[in-house]
């Protein structure tokens, strides 16, 4: 059992929880993920590790409520417990030797991308942050970004705060202004990030993606989590949980991923809306 030591909200549907497993917290980087369980007869899934407090023993998740099992975890309070808290899993993202860095997040993504941005930020290097959401209720994490960036650039796509547009806007003029990144590294929604590598392309500048397909075990058996790339002109089948959750934005097929990704939702909505109604029930 894993003891919620922290909860805080951070926006309608984003949630941070800080959780006790000082294991996890004494090896997780950067990049990294771990699978959790609710209770005892909940599903796995995964939640990228958006901190670590090696002293408190203490792991950060950040988390949107989207489906079943995310609605049950919002209802958890600190001082409650989760069954299943298993991590590190997943390989780092790469970081060294890296000078200059651009950081896109989109939307909950950002919350992958913090840990990045801030370790980069520590050994020194060069950091610029684009951030990106729909609204300005709906921005997360502005003041941890900004302790971590030398420049941060925050869209909304109707205007409500910062810039107007999408992280592609401020990207795009960066980059035909003659300015050079070592890598781009880019976390969020898939059609995001497939029009982040887009925009990088004409200049040759290294992207990475941070990927999030369907996964259950994390560990390889299962092939949930499979991905294709094109790799030197042949198809090539990676794994996100065990080869991943990085990989080279130019080789990933973004338009399979985004089919498969969508394959459950109708019944993870369903799912969702029998957990709400199951929640409201217990409520009246």
């Known amino acids: 059992m894993y003891k919620i030591v922290d909860k805080k909200v951070l926006n309608p549907t984003v949630i941070q929880l800080q959780i006790e ?44 409520v989207v489906g079943a099992t995310t609605e049950k975890l919002r209802h958890k309070e600190a001082g409650d417990y989760l069954r299943d808290f298993v991590g590190p899993l997943g390989v780092p993202t790469h970081l060294s030797g890296l000078k200059k860095v651009c950081i896109i997040g989109g939307g909950v993504g950002c919350a992958i991308a913090m840990p990045i941005a801030q370790r980069l930020h520590e050994m020194g290097v060069d950091v610029t942050s684009i951030i990106g959401f729909r609204n300005r209720d709906l921005l997360i994490l502005e003041e941890e970004f900004t302790a971590a960036s030398n420049r941060l650039i925050i869209m909304t796509d109707d205007g409500s705060y910062g810039r107007h547009g999408n992280v592609t806007v401020p990207l795009g003029e960066m980059l035909s202004a003659g300015e050079q990144f070592d890598m781009i590294i880019t976390i969020g929604p898939l059609i995001m990030m497939k029009f982040v590598v887009a925009t990088a392309k004409p200049y040759g500048t290294p992207v990475t993606v941070s990927m999030n397909p369907i996964m259950i075990d994390g560990t390889g058996m299962c092939g949930g989590c499979r991905l294709t790339l094109n790799v030197d002109g042949k198809p090539v089948t990676k794994f996100a949980c065990v080869d991943g959750p990085d990989f080279n934005g130019y080789e990933v097929d973004f338009d399979e991923a985004m089919s498969r990704g969508r394959m459950y939702a109708d019944f993870e909505r369903h799912a969702y809306e029998k957990s709400c109604n199951l929640f409201n029930k217990e409520v009246q």
């Open 21 to 64: 497993a000082p294991l996890v917290a004494k090896k997780a980087q950067p990049g990294q993920f771990i699978i959790l369980r609710v209770d005892e007869d909940g599903e796995r899934i995964p939640l990228t590790v958006a901190g670590t407090d090696t002293a408190a023993g203490t792991v950060k998740i950040i988390f949107q």
